[in-house]
């Protein structure tokens, strides 16, 4: 039998499941130690926002997003936390529509804030 643990992390509708990742789930501990989650007991009636489970390369991770019509993505395990947590990200907005998410820059000019809304690469943090 496969060991997959569900986390449910406060203000996400959704759950992630882990499966035979203990590291994973002891990394997200340090990383998220602010976050409040816990593991439920079953699987959920819901299905995850993300999967994590071991790579077929040794030492790596796939991961798989709930709205991701690609291909699972392959990853190290610092990058699989990193790639789950803007994953996060987006189910804290899925969970509450009201929420606006910008990706931009913002700078203050004479106590007015400027925000430069742009696409990813665009130089906003230059």
Not at 45 to 69: C, Q
Not at 82 to 103: I, N, T, Y
Request: aromatic residues 8%; negative net charge.
């Amino acid at each position: 039998m496969t060991e997959a643990t569900y986390l449910q992390f406060e203000s996400l509708d959704r759950p992630v499941v882990l499966t035979q990742a203990p590291e994973i789930e002891a990394m997200l501990a340090d990383v998220l130690a602010r976050w409040p989650h816990h593991r439920l007991p079953d699987a959920p009636d819901v299905p995850p926002f993300v999967s994590i489970a071991p790579g077929s390369v040794d030492g790596n991770w796939t991961l798989t997003a709930r709205d991701s019509a690609a291909t699972p993505r392959r990853w190290d395990m610092v990058n699989t936390i990193c790639d789950l947590v803007a994953e996060m990200a987006w189910e804290r907005l899925r969970s509450e529509a009201e929420l606006l998410c910008l990706h931009a820059a913002a700078a203050d000019f004479g106590g007015r804030l400027v925000v430069f809304p742009n696409a990813r690469r665009a130089g906003k943090s230059t």
